[in-house]
């Protein structure tokens, strides 16, 4: 019978499925289930393994082999690749070898030792804590109901009081060596316990096969949530509420406002991303009494304050002033808002010189992670959008967490040098420093209008190759929506949003702007490419189209140049904005007056944002295509036939008409537009504005000088 519904967690474990599986199969079906519910464990947290029976390639022996999860895995995403797979009787020869607690560090460099099959995958830190514990199946997650016992200051008597011996407990440790033989023992001297809470950290189970160890981690996990519920029935969480929350729309607003605002205090040394959380759990905890009490304590377990910091900022906000308001003004909150950020960098400058030891890493980015606003939610910011949700996953665990704790007990933070010794781990710096240089565009926010064309498309892909998040902006929904999965398969939908958009309604792009800040953050990259074509001769063209090529090519570009100016300007991170004009604007074709002339518009209105935003070092372009036909929705419409027509030739001639016609005699491809575009758009310009790109296989009529 499935406890779902009582919010307890649900045994998905399907007998049917397990049935073909070899024993790895059975461990990564396990951990799948296991991190595909946040209330286990959270991203990339927790780890699990299996000690299997293999042939040994060099002996034919067998031996048997421990199976963990690697370094820097999630189990809920986890492929059969990213197993570490070690010899556990050379694991157990490295307790000969181990000089104490002082030098457990070095034993990390004895693990690829023992390396089983040459896997490449390396072993995590937590390897010990898996090889040690004498049972062929192990589980250590993060739930939040079980960590909310451990970070209590009575946590080895709740412990007790709800498990009794089938449980153990053991006190903060980080993980590590010492933690390996600590667990070891535990289970020698209490063979009949089936797992143990970690204090400030998470739980242990075990089985001595997948199913039962799956379900004993669930039915531990379970007696948690409900020990918490029957307790907790009927209380206000956090001392209850001190303030109300905004509506829904009002907060939002209020979010994509702000996080430009703090993007320009953070992002001055490198660029971040921001993601927005107003879930229940974080409205019940930003608003209540107890909120920067509980704050100030910082993160218990060290999964959490990886990724948050040991403590969020919490900034000085009245919603109830917000009521009722139509503009959703945060002037109060932005006039306090350099004095709260220099107040945090101050205060985690002071953390790191009370911490630091003489061989410590330099410090770190002082910036916080979490912003948390009374009556609005949760803002994290992080060098791109997976890691400043994730940041925000993670706090919601510890808003879980604490909530749990301070209901039935006193929450206990990780005291600061706890936190500090893995912070600046020197095995977590050295991880760091492995890490991939950055790409070009990482941490910067686009937005392409026309996005769902074959252009825009072209360049949103080459955007994102770069690292950039990017905000799709198209009035065909329908072709907007197809784009945006595309993207989003390819690149993940942490990169990549849609904005239905018609360019031409000043409502649309003010709210459609808000829309792209409140998903990233901000906006550093505008390509505005929104576009129609139309042919006619002089005297046959109709009002009607000439106000439509002005309204869309013309008054269009202005209106998502303006609103993007707007931005940049508070953002005060300069920005870069590059116009996909056309060939047609410098040079003048046959029966296209309207077009042609609306392209030329396109240009010199560049030619003045060039000069109007240089003092903020906001750079405008233009990439002048010239016969782009391959995925366009252009070209697929009337315009291919009325420029056929007024060359005299049939649509299918037009193609090799534009290559012969060109001087490199060379067809002109979206992607050659999305080159240009990413040149002028990143900084390998960065000198460059007021400037024309022609990509248009050479035509002498649209030289520039």
């Known amino acids: 019978m499935s406890n779902a519904g009582r919010g307890l967690l649900e045994d998905r474990w399907d007998d049917a499925k397990a049935a073909g599986l070899d024993e790895p199969g059975l461990l990564l079906y396990r951990s799948n289930l296991l991190g595909a519910d946040k209330r286990i464990t959270n991203y990339g947290g927790g780890n699990t393994s299996a000690k299997v029976m293999a042939k040994d390639p060099l002996t034919g022996r067998d031996v048997e082999v421990l199976w963990v999860k690697g370094s820097g895995g999630d189990v809920g995403t986890i492929k059969l690749d990213g197993f570490a797979t070690l010899y556990m009787d050379k694991l157990r020869q490295l307790q000969g070898i181990y000089r104490g607690l002082a030098h457990e560090d070095e034993m990390v460099g004895y693990l690829p030792h023992c390396t089983f099959a040459l896997n490449a995958r390396a072993a995590s830190i937590d390897t010990p804590l898996h090889a040690y514990l004498p049972y062929t199946h192990v589980d250590h997650m993060h739930p939040d109901a079980v960590i909310a016992i451990a970070a209590t200051r009575d946590s080895r008597d709740i412990t007790r009081t709800i498990y009794g011996d089938e449980i153990g407990w053991l006190p903060w440790r980080r993980p590590g060596f010492e933690l390996g033989l600590m667990l070891s023992r ?11 809470v970690l204090e400030s950290h998470g739980l242990f189970t075990w089985g001595d096969d997948a199913k039962s160890c799956y379900e004993t981690t669930l039915r531990i996990i379970n007696k948690a949530i409900a020990w918490f519920d029957a307790r907790t029935a009927g209380k206000a969480p956090f001392g209850g509420a001190a303030v109300e929350s905004l509506d829904p729309g009002a907060r939002r607003a209020f979010a994509a406002k702000l996080m430009l605002e703090i993007r320009a205090r953070i992002g001055t040394e490198e660029r971040k991303v921001g993601h927005f959380d107003d879930g229940p759990a974080v409205l019940d905890f930003v608003n209540s009494r107890e909120l920067r009490s509980l704050a100030a304590l910082g993160t218990s377990c060290p999964d959490h304050f990886l990724r948050t910091k040991i403590r969020p900022l919490v900034l000085d906000f009245d919603p109830a002033a917000e009521l009722g308001s139509a503009n959703g003004s945060i002037e109060a909150v932005v006039a306090g808002l350099d004095v709260a950020v220099a107040g945090y960098r101050e205060d985690y400058a002071a953390y790191y010189e009370r911490s630091k030891h003489p061989d410590s890493p330099a410090a770190r980015d002082g910036n916080a992670v979490v912003h948390l606003v009374p009556g609005v939610g949760m803002i994290t910011f992080a060098r791109d959008k997976a890691t400043a949700r994730i940041a925000g996953e993670f706090y919601v665990n510890a808003i879980n967490v604490m909530r749990g704790a301070s209901s039935v007990d006193t929450y206990v933070g990780l005291p600061e040098q706890e936190a500090f010794d893995i912070e600046y781990w020197l095995l977590e710096e050295a991880k760091l420093q492995r890490m991939p240089k950055p790409k070009g565009l990482a941490g910067r926010v686009a937005l392409v209008t026309g996005g769902a064309g074959g252009i825009g498309r072209a360049v949103a892909g080459r955007l994102m190759a770069e690292g950039a998040c990017v905000v799709l902006a198209d009035i065909d929904a329908e072709a907007l929506a197809r784009t945006e ?14 904005v239905p958009l018609d360019v031409t309604r000043e409502e649309a792009v003010v709210s459609g702007f808000a829309d792209a800040v409140a998903e990233f953050g901000g906006l550093d990259i505008l390509v505005s490419n929104a576009g129609i074509a139309s042919s006619e001769p002089v005297e046959s063209t109709t009002v009607a189209m000439w106000d439509r090529n002005m309204d869309i090519l013309a008054k269009g570009y202005f209106l998502v140049s303006r609103e993007a100016f707007r931005l940049m300007r508070v953002q005060k991170l300069g920005g870069a904005i590059v116009f996909v004009a056309s060939k047609n604007g410098l040079a003048a074709s046959p029966n296209a007056s309207a077009y042609c002339t609306a392209k030329a518009a396109e240009i010199h209105l560049a030619r003045c944002l060039a000069l109007e935003g ?32 007024a060359y005299k030739m049939s649509g299918d001639e037009l193609e090799e008409h534009y290559r012969k016609r060109s001087m490199l005699k060379r067809s002109v491809l979206p992607e050659d537009i999305a080159e240009a575009t990413y040149f002028l758009a990143s900084d390998l310009s960065a000198k ?7 990509v248009d296989a050479g035509n002498a009529q649209s030289f520039t000088r």
Do not use: C, H, M
Request: glycine share 10%.
């Open 186 to 196: 535990f289970a020698q001297d209490n063979p009949d316990a089936k797992g143990v």
């Open 485 to 498: 999965a595309e993207f989003s398969k390819a690149y993940g939908r942490d990169q990549v949003r849609a």
């Open 614 to 645: 240089a003092d903020a070092g906001i750079r405008v372009n233009v990439v002048n295509p010239d016969a782009v036909l391959r995925g366009s929705k252009i070209w697929t419409g009337e315009w291919r036939e009325q420029r056929a027509a």
């Open 688 to 694: 460059s504005t007021g400037n024309i790109i022609n």
